[in-house]
């Protein structure tokens, strides 16, 4: 699977903000930022559906999404155009709630499907934040910390060898700085990966282990230097599913998922109606094409699936310190520990544990970007006037041109320039 190196704004390339490339590399890059490419990606196209919830609580309980805004919406069909963007589904969030949701163009360009904001699309490498939350509910508990040698739960040695007596821990999966590399083999297949999540990670990163490559590991010793890891976020995965003694998927479930009412939300397209999913498309010689619903081995990383509106709700519930309709999910403390700048990004930015922290204008943005084949991803909130953005889309704009993916990630901009419109009380 080709994934593209992420960049939590290169959207922030608008504002002079220095990020990675977004031209294709061969084999798995990095994934996601706040704007950027990630190692799964490619294109897609435009035109507009829209479509608005009663409501975003399991019974329509919150107040509907309320603000128009004709100029934004002519902006974003323009540059869904532009950017050969097929479908997107875009939110606000302000004053703890959805104040703008909205389908644009379609889910599947052969039957004209339209998106509306309860349309699925894969997050790529967004899905890295509920990932992390999942690790900071086992570390709220007692039950790992972030600094404990990450071999003590996984029950074989997590070691880089050539450096066999330097510990691995949570805080440097969680913060890229591991030495855990992405490897050189894309095992991207259609549908879900059939390689089980342990065998995967233990081949990973044994030495004999049927992935093992000397490549696998950086060369330096760990926590020295940041390295974008897709296969470090898989291992994160695979730990939490042994020390809860819980399937990662069904994990996630219970602890994220269920509390916040996320009903149609799952790491794998066996626990969704495919139908509801939007398909991914490329564009290539004047045409949109469909890739196959897709999957691989590393899929903690980067293959939940849900809609704009589902992931509202766990957005609000970070941006709430840990909880949300009275539900609390994680302590604020933890929160306020995932939302700590640890290190930086070989960008720039603050990386936080698995999010991160990029300038735009007078805000810093708290999030991450993603992308696949045929995904193209973005999500972030200011702490400051509790205004939040996401934005997920079927299209491949960071396989296909740096304008592309600036035009995407325009979209992204003018989403968060938009909320500072919109009152944060109603």
């Not at 998927?249 to 009412?261: G, Q, V």
Request: charged share 20%; glycine share 12%.
């Amino acid at each position: 699977m080709q994934r593209l190196r992420s960049r939590l704004l290169a959207v922030l390339l608008l504002a002079g903000v220095a990020c990675g490339p977004a031209t294709a590399t061969p084999g798995r890059g990095s994934r996601d930022r706040i704007t950027g490419t990630d190692p799964d990606e490619r294109n897609g196209g435009s035109g507009v559906e829209e479509g608005v919830p009663d409501g975003d609580g399991p019974t329509g309980t919150d107040p509907a999404p309320d603000f128009e805004d004709p100029a934004l919406d002519a902006f974003i069909k323009t540059q869904m155009e532009s950017t050969h963007t097929p479908g997107l589904s875009a939110v606000i969030i302000k004053g703890g709630k959805v104040r703008f949701a909205k389908g644009y163009g379609l889910a599947d360009v052969s039957k004209s499907t339209p998106v509306t904001v309860d349309t699925l699309f894969m997050l790529a490498s967004i899905s890295k934040t509920v990932t992390a939350a999942a690790v900071m509910k086992l570390v709220e508990s007692g039950a790992v910390g972030l600094d404990d040698d990450v071999g003590t739960a996984a029950g074989f040695p997590i070691r880089n060898p050539a450096f066999a007596d330097a510990k691995i821990t949570y805080r440097h999966l969680l913060t890229h700085t591991s030495t855990i590399a992405n490897g050189t083999a894309d095992r991207q297949v259609n549908g879900d990966s059939p390689i089980p999540l342990a065998g995967y990670v233990q081949g990973f990163v044994t030495q004999g282990g049927q992935y093992f490559a000397a490549e696998n590991f950086s060369a330096w010793a760990p926590g020295a230097k940041w390295d974008y890891s897709n296969n470090g976020f898989a291992t994160l995965g695979y730990l939490v599913q042994a020390k809860s003694g819980s399937p990662f998927e069904d994990y996630c479930k219970k602890s994220i998922f269920d509390p916040l009412r996320m009903k149609e939300t799952s790491w794998r397209l066996s626990g969704v109606d495919v139908s509801h999913v939007a398909i991914p498309h490329e564009w290539s010689g004047g045409r949109y094409s469909q890739i196959a619903h897709f999957g691989y081995p590393d899929w903690p990383a980067g293959q939940l699936r849900t809609s704009a509106m589902q992931f509202a709700r766990f957005m609000r519930m970070i941006m709430g310190k840990g909880e949300l309709d009275g539900v609390r999910v994680l302590a604020s403390e933890t929160v306020a520990e995932m939302l700590k700048p640890q290190t930086k990004s070989s960008y720039g930015d603050d990386q936080m544990l698995a999010w991160y922290d990029t300038p735009y204008k007078t805000r810093h943005i708290l999030g991450h970007s993603g992308s696949g084949p045929g995904v193209s991803t973005i999500m972030g909130f200011d702490p400051k006037d509790g205004a939040g953005v996401i934005l997920l889309s079927n299209g491949s704009v960071y396989f296909s041109s740096e304008a592309d993916a600036r035009g995407f990630e325009a979209i992204f901009l003018r989403l968060i320039d938009t909320s500072e419109k919109i009152s944060a009380t109603r």
